[in-house]
């Protein structure tokens, strides 16, 4: 059964530095993996979708890798604003489709301004 | 704007009164899933629906039902409430079951006593 490991629970970080968040799943056979965001109070933002054909996604101040054979993704924030602060998930599909996805329990990041 | 809406946001009901917790998008997308959100557990699936009168079980579907008669809605029905079944609830969709990006409710925090 995959599980999907997101360490550490929670980080606290400066206004303006360049961060990484991880993700480890122990099934390195998936399809794709998505990073979101969740705001208190609100549903999952989707922040960036990776193929397991790729090795990296960007969006702005964002960029996902992904490393299948090692079970290991990273969501890299540049220039951190305290307007990032959030809980970032991941979450694995193991075939084509959104049904059988597996998700972390999250990285609650702080940006201290 | 394009959303997902889930109603009620918060529902506290007592145990074995049935309810239903609506959920609808106005993107035409063809996928739609429920989850439930537990500290310490992650998000895990309910049911998930493909398309129009397809619906599957999805990790935990015990005390759930669904049903898919329109594309646009997807209720999710707990015909008789436990309070283990206390919990956040999240509504998702998207544009089919493939590489797309999932998009969430706001989600709706249910009671049961």
């Known amino acids: 059964k995959q599980e999907v490991t997101q360490i550490p629970a929670a980080l606290s970080v400066p206004e303006g530095e360049n961060l990484v968040l991880n993700c480890s799943f122990t099934d390195s056979a998936i399809y794709n993996l998505q990073w979101f965001r969740q705001d208190p109070g609100k549903g999952l933002t989707s922040l960036l979708l990776?193929?397991?054909?790729?090795r990296e996604q960007t969006s702005g101040r964002l960029n996902a890798s992904l490393d299948k054979s090692s079970g290991r993704s990273t969501l890299y924030i540049a220039a951190s604003q305290p307007g990032d602060s959030a809980t970032y998930l991941c979450a694995v599909s193991p075939n084509f489709g959104n049904e059988k996805l597996t998700f972390g329990t999250g990285t609650r990041l702080t940006i201290i301004p | 704007e394009a959303q997902v809406t889930q109603n009620p946001r918060y529902l506290i009901t007592v145990t074995g009164k049935k309810l239903t917790v609506t959920c609808s998008q106005n993107?035409?997308?063809?996928?739609m899933s429920w989850y439930r959100q537990d500290p310490g557990l992650g998000l895990r699936q309910i049911y998930y629906s493909m398309n129009v009168e397809v619906t599957d079980k999805g990790d935990v579907p015990e005390g759930y039902k669904v049903s898919r008669k329109e594309k646009r809605n997807f209720p999710l029905i707990l015909e008789s409430p436990s309070p283990n079944q206390t919990s956040l609830y999240f509504c998702a969709s998207s544009w089919d079951s493939g590489n797309s990006p999932l998009h969430f409710g706001n989600g709706t925090r249910l009671t049961v006593t």
């Open positions: 990776i193929q397991s054909s790729q």
């Open positions: 993107m035409n997308h063809e996928y």
